[in-house]
């Protein structure tokens, strides 16, 4: 089974409006960690946001939330205010395991954005 | 800031022979260390951790003997791709868990393109 799904391939978004690209998780773990990353066509990966399991709140990271629903085991990315340079691949990862010794980061297929001018 | 720089970005060789990426942690130390295959328009794939003074840990079906992971001090890990074939072309890409931010990001290199002819 996929520890970690996108099922979204690609999304388009006017600049300036928001968008939600979806993540879902599959871990019986109850410490673990959700990440977001950004890569660019350059190939450089470029964190965006985290949130952990025990955590209470959504992160917020400037125009970057996460939409954390535990229950549900989805941790969407939105973004807000989209911008031109933000069109690139997004990654959503999970790492299984204490916080501070984890051994093993798992990514999704990712989801190709593109901002419409 | 946590930096992780490796090196070469690109390199292309001839069949048969070795190749070695380095990864290093610029500022922080690494005591864990992870390197990513990644093929066009895929996802990461886990090929190995790399632990400090210790053998790396494998994932499924990664030849041991053919990707040679080094992780000889908490700054350095290497991977050495030995008697490299046309089918390891592939975008390799390392990264190292980064404490201080407190929430244990995953911070990656820019990444090595592999090209064998």
């Known amino acids: 089974a996929q520890k970690i799904t996108q099922t979204q391939p690609g999304m388009f978004v006017q600049e300036k409006e928001a968008v939600t690209l979806d993540c879902t998780y599959d871990?019986?773990?109850?410490?673990?960690?959700l990440f977001w990353y950004k890569q660019p066509s350059s190939g450089e990966m470029i964190f965006l946001i985290y949130?952990?399991?025990?955590?209470?709140q959504n992160a917020t990271e400037g125009r970057y939330s996460l939409n954390f629903q535990k229950a549900r085991k989805s941790a969407n990315l939105v973004i807000s205010a989209s911008q031109l340079g933000d069109s690139a691949m997004y990654f959503c990862?999970?790492?299984?395991?204490?916080?501070?010794?984890?051994?093993?980061?798992?990514f999704g297929t990712g989801t190709k954005l593109q901002v419409i001018p | 800031g946590a930096v992780v720089s490796q090196h070469p970005s690109w390199v292309i060789c001839k069949s048969g022979t070795s190749v070695k990426i380095e990864c290093r942690s610029l500022?922080?130390?690494?005591?864990?260390m992870f390197w990513y295959r990644q093929f066009p328009k895929q996802s990461l794939m886990l090929m190995a951790t790399?632990?400090?003074?210790?053998?790396?840990?494998?994932e499924q079906g990664v030849e041991k003997d053919k990707f040679l992971i080094n992780h000889a001090s908490l700054t350095l890990s290497t991977l050495t791709v030995t008697s490299a074939h046309p089918e390891d072309s592939s975008f390799y890409i390392c990264?190292?868990?980064?404490?201080?931010?407190?929430?244990?990001?995953?911070?990656f290199g820019a990444g090595s393109r592999l090209t064998v002819l």
């Open positions: 990264s190292a868990r980064y404490t201080g931010s407190g929430a244990n990001v995953l911070t």
């Open positions: 871990t019986s773990d109850p410490s673990y960690g």
């Open positions: 949130q952990g399991s025990y955590d209470q």
């Open positions: 990862a999970m790492r299984e395991g204490p916080e501070r010794g984890y051994q093993k980061v798992t």
């Open positions: 790399s632990n400090e003074g210790s053998k790396a840990t494998y």
């Open positions: 500022d922080f130390q690494a005591t864990t």
